[in-house]
């Protein structure tokens, strides 16, 4: 049995309310992500990768913190 991932976040709730006529599939389009990996995301399956979370973020519009509010981003250190 696999455990499931710890990161909560309102991907699908910010989706809907940033647009509603945003589907997964517009939102994948304009991301660059499967729509299979949206959902997965949405449905709180998989964590997305810092830049997946840049990606959504910047398709929708909004600062990656506002989408993923319990996720860190990483620091990049020189």
Known sequence: MSERPILKNNLRNTRILQNPR??????????????????LIENCLINPTQREKESLSSALNINVLNVFPDGQLERREK
Do not use: R
């Not at 517009?26 to 949206?38: C, E, R």
């Open 22 to 39: 945003i589907s997964q599939w517009k939102l994948a389009l304009k991301s660059n992500i499967a729509q299979s990996k949206i959902s």
